[in-house]
């Protein structure tokens, strides 16, 4: 399964942004999609997951709330939706999926940036 995150943005704060992951390939194997980030000198960060077939959530306490994570399954692709957005919310932001890996995340993408700025 390939994934190509999509969406990232300069934007000011309390601003929305909707990020997307698109798969290709083996997608009748994704379990979950997940959406991580990574800001500058910190750790990768887990957001948001679903689960491909039952579309059940997960959300880190820091975006439930503001952040939506949703899937088009027709599509092959996940979202997120961000709103009420924070200058700490500056990082690149990733996608990635569970694919025949029981709980592992073994597919990413590439990444998108998120800046937001007054």
């Known amino acids: 399964v390939q994934l190509q995150a999509s969406g990232g943005g300069l934007l000011r704060p309390g601003g929305s942004l909707r990020l997307s992951c698109a798969a290709s390939?083996?997608?009748?194997?994704?379990?979950?999609m997940g959406w991580f980030r990574q800001a500058p000198g910190k750790e990768r960060e887990f957001l948001a997951h679903?689960?491909?077939?039952?579309?059940?959530?997960l959300y880190a306490d820091s975006v439930r709330g503001r952040f939506t994570i949703s899937r088009d399954k027709a599509k092959s692709t996940a979202h997120l939706q961000m709103n009420s957005l924070k200058p700490e919310d500056t990082a690149i932001y990733y996608c990635?999926?569970?694919?025949?890996?029981?709980?592992?995340?073994?597919?990413w993408g590439q990444g998108t940036q998120v800046t937001v700025s007054s």
């Open positions: 990635a999926a569970s694919v025949r890996a029981g709980d592992a995340y073994n597919a």
């Open positions: 390939g083996s997608t009748y194997y994704i379990y979950k």
């Open positions: 679903i689960t491909w077939t039952g579309g059940s959530t």
